[in-house]
C-alpha cells in the first residue's frame, strides 16, 4: 500500500517534532484525558514510496462523527475498509459537536480514526468551538501542519497536495476572532503567501487542494465568499482538483475558472463531500456551476491519482445506493 511521502513537507522532521509537542501539551494543560491521546504520528511513517506510485487510491470525506448519536461515521469507516485506500483525506468538521478531545477519542477515533496513520485532515468550523481547535490539532499531531495554523503540503505518489485553513472569520458558531489564530485568508495572509509560494514551487506537477469551506455550493450552506481568495490562487496555479466538506451532501462541479464559469481547459474541478456520517443538510436549489448533486447517500469519494491523470468515484455505504464516477481526467500541463 503506498504512503504519503513526508520527506517533501516543509520543514525539518524535527519542525514537525516540535510542533506536535507544542500541540499535545496545549492539550496537557487545557483539556481532559489529555494522558489518553494515540502516540503521535511519526513523519516517518510516510515515507514509503520510492519511487513513487504510478496510482495512488484516496478516500476522501468530511463532516463525520455525530457523538449525539444516529450518525452513520461507523458504517463509512467499514466502507474505507473495505476500499482499503492508500491515504485518507479527512475534510473537515471530523468530531460533532464541538471537536473537543473527548469528541475526537469517543467519536471519531472508533470509526475513522482507525485510520489516523494514513490519515491527512483539514481543520473545520466545528473543530474551533474547542478554543484554538486544540483538540484537532493534538489528535492530528504530525499530520495536521504547524500548530495553530493548520495549512502544510506533501507529495503523494506523482501529484502535490496542499491542505488549507478555511475557518476564515464567517462562520456564526464559531469566534470571530478565529482567523487571527492563522492570520485569515485575505490577500496579505501568511497563508496565501505560504500558499503561493508552495504551488509555484511545484508547477508542472499533477496537483490537489484541499480544505473545509466551499468557494461554490448549491446546498443549504451555500457558498463562501471568504475563501474567494484561496479560490483564485488555486486556479491561477492551474490545480487539477480541489476537495471540500461543510455542506452535508454530495455535490460534483465541472473544471471552473477564478469566477466560477466553466473553462475544461484549464479550470479546476471541485468536489464536495460531507457525506461522512453526519445528517444531510439537503439544496436550497440546483447550483448552475453543478454538475452532480445528491444528498441521500453516505458514503466517500474514491480517487485514483495517477502519473499525469486521475479518476473518482462516489462509493456508498451498504444500503445506500447513489453512485458517480468519472475519468480519466488529464492533469493541467
Known amino acids: 500500500m503506498a504512503q504519503v511521502d513526508a520527506s517533501k513537507l516543509r520543514g525539518s522532521p524535527l519542525t514537525y517534532v516540535l510542533v506536535a509537542l507544542l500541540a499535545v501539551a496545549f492539550v496537557s494543560t487545557c483539556m481532559p484525558r489529555a494522558e489518553t491521546l494515540p502516540p503521535c504520528v511519526a513523519s516517518t511513517r510516510f515515507d514509503r514510496i520510492s519511487p513513487p506510485a504510478s496510482v495512488v487510491t484516496i478516500a476522501a470525506v468530511g463532516d463525520v462523527a455525530d457523538c449525539s448519536g444516529g450518525g452513520k461515521q461507523m458504517e463509512v469507516a467499514a466502507l474505507v475498509d473495505k476500499l482499503a485506500p492508500d491515504a485518507v483525506f479527512a475534510l473537515g468538521d471530523l468530531a460533532y459537536p464541538d471537536g473537543t478531545i473527548d469528541e475526537f477519542l469517543d467519536c471519531y477515533g472508533p470509526s475513522l480514526g482507525r485510520f489516523r496513520e494514513i490519515t ?15 483538540g484537532y490539532f493534538a489528535y492530528f499531531c504530525g499530520t495536521s501542519g504547524t500548530p495553530f495554523q493548520g495549512w502544510y503540503s506533501f507529495d503523494i505518489g506523482r501529484w502535490h497536495v496542499v491542505a488549507l485553513n478555511s475557518v476564515c472569520g464567517s462562520d456564526l458558531d464559531v469566534p470571530s476572532d478565529v482567523a487571527g489564530d492563522f492570520g485569515g485568508c485575505g ?12 504551488l509555484e514551487a511545484h508547477r508542472g506537477q499533477c496537483t490537489l487542494a484541499m480544505w473545509h469551506h466551499p468557494r461554490w455550493s448549491s446546498s443549504t450552506e451555500g457558498s463562501s465568499h471568504a ?3 484561496i479560490w483564485r490562487t488555486v486556479t491561477e496555479y492551474g490545480v487539477d482538483v480541489v476537495l471540500n466538506g461543510h455542506a452535508h451532501d454530495y455535490q460534483r462541479f465541472p473544471a471552473l475558472d477564478a469566477d466560477g464559469a466553466r473553462d475544461d481547459a484549464h479550470g479546476t474541478r471541485m468536489f464536495v463531500v460531507g457525506t461522512g456520517g453526519s445528517a444531510f443538510s439537503g439544496f436550497d436549489s440546483d447550483h448552475p456551476r453543478s454538475e452532480v448533486t445528491d444528498d441521500s447517500s453516505h458514503g466517500v469519494l474514491r480517487l485514483a491519482l495517477r502519473d ?26
Open 308 to 333: 499525469d491523470s486521475y479518476a473518482w468515484s462516489f462509493v456508498p455505504i451498504d444500503g445506500d445506493g447513489f453512485h458517480d464516477e468519472g475519468g480519466e481526467i488529464p492533469c493541467h500541463p
Open 187 to 198: 490577500r496579505s495572509s501568511p497563508q496565501i503567501a505560504w500558499l503561493r509560494a508552495d
Open 227 to 229: 475563501v474567494d481568495t
Open 120 to 134: 491527512r485532515p483539514v481543520v473545520g468550523n466545528h473543530e474551533y468551538h474547542t478554543p484554538h481547535a486544540g
